[in-house]
């Protein structure tokens, strides 16, 4: 038993170990679920951008046409591009999949792309906001970027006509050994995108939103069940407080 304690403890902080990685500060992503636009707008964002590489296998296209908002009809419509194996487009109760090739990725990307499902819930929203506003130029590599979150990630910054690229600024600094190491500090623009910083932050911000969702769709049901919970027991704890004073009143 305590064997099967340590082994998981190894595990959960081999994990968080993992996802820290790097020690590039994180920003805040002051998301919120209850915002159907914001989350909208991310899904909007996922399906043009993402969902090529990366599926949501364990979400379905109607249930998040309902959770947003949306109707049948602007879910496809809006939002279902990929098609099935006779050429028609998938329907709506068909999971968010792709059609790219596992051998055909691998060879091109070097692994196959994640499925980003319960990303959010892995990494952390911080760490998805930060991970991408963090793409900066880097000739060495195949795709011409590195990212200061995720060193030497092997995917292309799919959101560069959008933020433009950027620069890495980096400080000295030397280890308790004495080394001496550069970390990267900031960024700068080369080249101005379509969308001002500010912008492409809110597009981020939406997309960091909606992998949020995605990674717990009843989370929004939950919260406003929650509510009613909570204001149903404050009225049960008024009338057993006001039950509890009437059998005491004549004891003195």
Known sequence: MIKAFFLLAFFLFSGVSQAAGNNYPLDHAAIDSSDKPSLQRGAKYYVNYCLGCHALSYLRYNRM????????????????????????PVKPGEHMTNTMDAGYAEKVFGVVPPDLTLVARS?????????????????????????????????????????GLQKAITEEYIDEQ?????????????????????????????????????????????????????????????VTYLLKKEYWRDIK
Not at 66 to 87: C, H, K, M, P, W
Not at 125 to 136: A, C, I, K
Not at 191 to 217: H, I, K, R, W
Request: glycine share 8%; net charge negative.
């Open 65 to 88: 046409g309902r959770d947003l908002g949306l109707t049948e009809s602007q879910v496809e419509e809006n939002l279902i591009f990929t098609y099935d194996a006779e050429g028609s």
């Open 123 to 163: 990494r952390g929203v911080d760490w998805l906001y930060t991970y991408l506003r963090s793409f900066y130029a880097d000739k060495t590599k195949v795709w011409g970027v590195n990212n200061a979150v995720f060193p030497n990630v092997g995917m292309p910054h799919v959101l560069s006509e959008m933020q």
């Open 178 to 238: 004495g080394n001496r190491h550069e970390k990267i500090v900031g960024f700068e623009l080369l080249g101005s995108g379509s969308l001002s910083v500010e912008e492409y932050d809110q597009v981020v911000l939406d997309l960091t939103n909606f992998l949020a969702y995605a990674a717990e769709p009843a989370k929004i049901a939950r919260h406003k069940t929650g509510v009613w919970v909570i204001a149903f027991l404050l009225l049960l704890l008024c």
